[in-house]
């Protein structure tokens, strides 16, 4: 199955997801980053800022993501899912 879908709702969609997360924690942390709980230390994500506020960080990881996507379907010709 094919489902054509308008870039501009997508782009919008999108936008307004990074706004909600801007939101979110006191605003987000933009140095974040995803990391793997097994290859880290605790004293590493102390010492980052990771404990004294979760919310920000996970923010700033979503807003990372959201606008990487963002890019991709703004440069995309022909968007569709399938």
């Given at each position: 199955?094919?489902?054509?879908?308008?870039?501009?709702?997508i782009v919008?969609?999108?936008?307004?997801?990074?706004?909600?997360?801007?939101?979110?924690?006191?605003?987000?942390?933009?140095?974040?980053?995803?990391?793997?709980?097994?290859?880290?230390?605790?004293?590493?994500?102390?010492?980052?800022?990771?404990?004294?506020?979760?919310?920000?960080?996970?923010?700033?990881?979503?807003?990372?993501?959201?606008?990487?996507?963002?890019?991709?379907?703004?440069a995309a010709?022909?968007?569709?899912?399938?």
């Amino acid at each position: 199955m094919l489902i054509i879908i308008n870039k501009e709702d997508i782009v919008s969609i999108l936008q307004e997801q990074i706004s909600s997360w801007e939101d979110i924690g006191g605003g987000p942390i933009y140095d974040a980053f995803e990391f793997d709980p097994r290859k880290i230390s605790p004293q590493e994500l102390k010492a980052l800022g990771y404990y004294e506020n979760r919310d920000a960080w996970i923010a700033g990881v979503q807003i990372k993501k959201l606008k990487q996507y963002l890019e991709e379907v703004q440069a995309a010709n022909q968007f569709c899912i399938s």
